[in-house]
DNA sequence: CCGCAAAGTGAACAGTCGTTCAGGCGGGGT
DNA sequence: ACCCCGCCTGAACGACTGTTCACTTTGCGG
């Protein structure tokens, strides 16, 4: 208890860090250095620095760079798979209207959380195989609810999708719509030309038309 | 040289492997590995080992590892430009021909060079900084083909695309719909429901829709 | 048959990585 | 007043990284 006068803050609160617990400070962190540069090259080091800690206090909070990395990517996208369900139930029996409102979801949320979308879609690979089931999962669900709206389309003959050689493969075409979706995280920029609203309505235009809509 | 009679081959030919040249070999292998696993985690002696060589020969042929993921990453990227350019060329006059026809160009490719198409289009981030630059140069020139079809044929009165309160974004467009394109070698697998060409025709049926294309 | 250049080997180097751990710190309960 | 416990520090560990290098092996032209 020498130099005790010496910066008096030296070391951080153990409560907060910014106005929140420490574990939202990693977290958010983690997000942003993960969506930069990559799982793989983020060190913890990094990633601590990042809030002001030091590499070990990491391990107050997850057991392992891995368990950070499972934690945020599923956390994110059961809210997604939350979010999309949510719109296409709140969005009458109207398939079109159904399709319209999911795209919107989607599309409004990878723009406003670019971040986090980012991660979700793109660091999957770099976790140990047991750990990818339940997001692969996730992904798959969300992926039916496109197929089940096209199907349904396609049966009260609102929808139109296109045909090769006679046969329609809606699941290719969902695949298709949800990488279009998706992938609008990795350029959209705010302050651009389009607002997220804008975008969203565009993309919902374009998947409309891509099902044959009927007017 | 006393124990020279174990194992004749041990080492192998110097100017051949598997048929072709040894940089041929390594190339191939390196595609692959960082196909399956990504750049960052594949190791040099991983790329070597996969074509039955040491980590040192690698040195002789490129001149760090960095160099050879520049070096497979642009000639992918130069020839995908190659291939566009020549497809729209050779389509007539009529947009919807030619943009049909980028569509079945672009897609053949990126499912038919699937290794190749992820690696080009998933691991440039890891290029250093002055590497990356002729790279982007090439996507844009793609993705100003794209615009340029969209303005002509919005010009010639064939196509409509979406408008969002009144206001056209071209860039936008091709943006969502290159997307598309791009990431069907993140799923397509051959064997499937629908071969190359059908997958082609599918996604140009789409994009036609999208812009409105008159029929 | 020799020698030479091209090509491959595997040990070695200097870093960096994720993770562990002994110790320091401060506030809340008794 | 005390001690305890959650939180944090920073050195340390062993494994692994890209790259270098002295040395060997190879096939070919003379």
Not at 202 to 213: C, H, P, Q, T
Request: with cysteine.
């Amino acid at each position: 208890m020498s130099k005790r006068k010496i910066a008096v803050v030296e070391s951080a609160p153990p409560v907060e860090r910014d106005g929140r617990p420490p574990v939202e400070a990693i977290r958010a962190a983690a997000f942003q250095q993960f969506a930069e540069r990559g799982y793989p090259v983020v060190t913890v080091r990094d990633i601590m620095k990042a809030c002001g800690l030091t590499q070990g206090a990491l391990y107050n909070h997850f057991k392992s760079k891995d368990e950070l990395l499972h934690d945020i990517i599923t956390s994110t996208q059961a809210e997604l798979e939350r979010v999309t369900q949510q719109a296409v139930a709140g969005a009458g029996s109207d398939p079109r209207a159904k399709l319209a409102a999911f795209v919107r979801a989607y599309v409004v949320r990878h723009c406003r959380l670019r971040v986090e979308a980012l991660v979700a879609n793109r660091e999957i690979s770099w976790l140990d195989p047991d750990r990818i089931g339940d997001i692969r999962r996730s992904r798959r669900a969300i992926r039916e609810i496109v197929v089940g709206l096209l199907t349904e389309g396609l049966e009260k003959g609102v929808f139109d999708p296109p045909q090769v050689d006679g046969k329609r493969d809606l699941k290719a075409l969902a695949m298709a719509l949800l990488d279009q979706w998706t992938h609008v995280s990795m350029w959209y920029a705010p302050g651009g030309r389009l607002s997220e609203e804008q975008m969203a309505r565009l993309y919902a235009e374009m998947a409309l038309r891509a099902v044959g809509a009927k007017a």
